[in-house]
């Protein structure tokens, strides 16, 4: 009889309480009532209960949430998720990571039927639209291959990609846009969109093709390998004939936009510094505040031109240095002194 009593005592404040508080709290006050358990606890101290519930650990230990920030999102103004870019066809596959964070950036994409084809072949067209998507080119030029047309989907982006200098034709005026790109080729590519300066190593010269790789390309080969971006074969070769996929292409491209101090155009504005070690996408313009002071320029690559509008610049030192033209707007008697300078394609 007591009990009975003392549920409808239960029931009728919960009645009374029915017009200011949710379903819930009546639940937590009847429990709280009834249950001999929690007659001591409050509300708070049920819900705080719960809340911890959540970090116990399996043995029984309080454990602390992370707080860790993973160092891709540190340091980046974009995220990307395993889980956020669903392809059939790249589970399993050694580049996945590689083709999820590449897709996130923005630089490539799968196919209609919801494929990536991770080793398809890429052509030297679609290598030169993926590297200029990555690292932002904007600037063109006027090109006249017997095998490019106006109206093919990759002509804006061969402009862009000879306008950078990283790219080029055959000596027979055509660009052989829809061929396989091979390994040496994209290497080659690739060394006119880094900075080389002091770059050691014996690197490529150690695999036992070496000699097999043409004479034009080995350079840019010994480069790109010291540099991580194009490696050999675990088999101990390089295979510089051999086709680049897409898989390989996404790695290299993203690991250059991971790895390369990249800026969007630059002004030197102050004299007697050093500015060195950067990839300029766009201008590199030397301004009118440096006075009559020296600039000094080294291990950078320009895709685009080297502007100097000062006036009264003394000299302007270039060392290990690639752009596109060097330009002088008001003055013609700066003494420019260059070592290991490539000026043009």
């Known amino acids: 009889m007591k009990n009975i009593t003392k549920k409808l005592a239960a029931f009728g404040l919960c009645a009374l309480l029915a017009i200011n508080m949710n379903t819930i709290a009546y639940a937590d006050i009847l429990d709280i009532i009834t249950n001999t358990e929690t007659e001591n606890n409050s509300i708070d101290d049920i819900y705080k209960k719960e809340d911890t519930e959540d970090i116990i650990d399996s043995e029984g230990e309080e454990s602390t949430p992370s707080t860790e ?55 030297r067209a679609e290598f030169s639209k993926l590297l200029n998507s990555a690292l932002n080119i904007e600037i063109t ?55 080389t300066g002091n770059i050691d190593g014996e690197g490529a010269t150690l695999l036992s093709d070496y000699n097999t790789i043409q004479e034009w390309a080995r350079d840019s080969v010994n480069t790109v390998y010291n540099k991580g971006y194009i490696l050999g074969y675990p088999s101990g070769v390089y295979m510089p004939s051999r086709s680049l996929t897409r898989a390989e292409a996404v790695k290299i491209i993203y690991e250059i936009v991971e790895n390369e101090n990249i800026e969007y155009g630059f002004n030197i504005t102050n004299y ?67 070592n290991n300078v490539v000026i043009g394609n």
């Not at 920030?69 to 790249?90: G, W």
């Not at 897709?103 to 994409?109: E, K, Q």
């Not at 055509?174 to 969109?193: D, L």
């Not at 502007?307 to 003494?335: C, F």
Request: charged share 25%; aromatic share 10%; net charge negative.
């Open 69 to 123: 920030i993973d160092d891709e999102i540190d340091h980046k103004e974009y995220t990307y998720s395993l889980e956020s870019v669903l392809f059939t066809d790249i589970d399993g596959h050694w580049a996945k990571d590689w083709i999820v964070k590449a897709v996130n950036l923005g630089f490539v994409s799968g196919y209609e039927d919801g494929s990536f084809k991770p080793d398809r072949t890429i052509t």
């Open 141 to 195: 030029e006027e090109i006249g291959f017997s095998d490019v047309k106006e109206n093919d989907w990759f002509y804006k982006d061969i402009q862009k990609s000879l306008a950078a200098g990283f790219f080029s034709g055959y000596e027979n005026n055509t660009f052989r846009p829809n061929n396989p790109i091979k390994r040496e080729e994209a290497a080659k590519v690739v060394s006119g969109a880094i900075t």
């Open 272 to 338: 007697n510094e050093t500015y060195s070690s950067a990839v300029v996408v766009g201008n590199l313009n030397i301004l009118d505040s440096v006075g009559s002071g020296n600039v000094y320029i080294k291990n950078v690559v320009v895709l685009g031109d080297i502007v100097i509008s000062a006036k009264s610049v003394n000299s302007l030192e270039l060392t290990d240095v690639k752009a596109r033209n060097i330009i002088i707007e008001n003055q013609n008697n700066v003494n420019i002194i260059e």
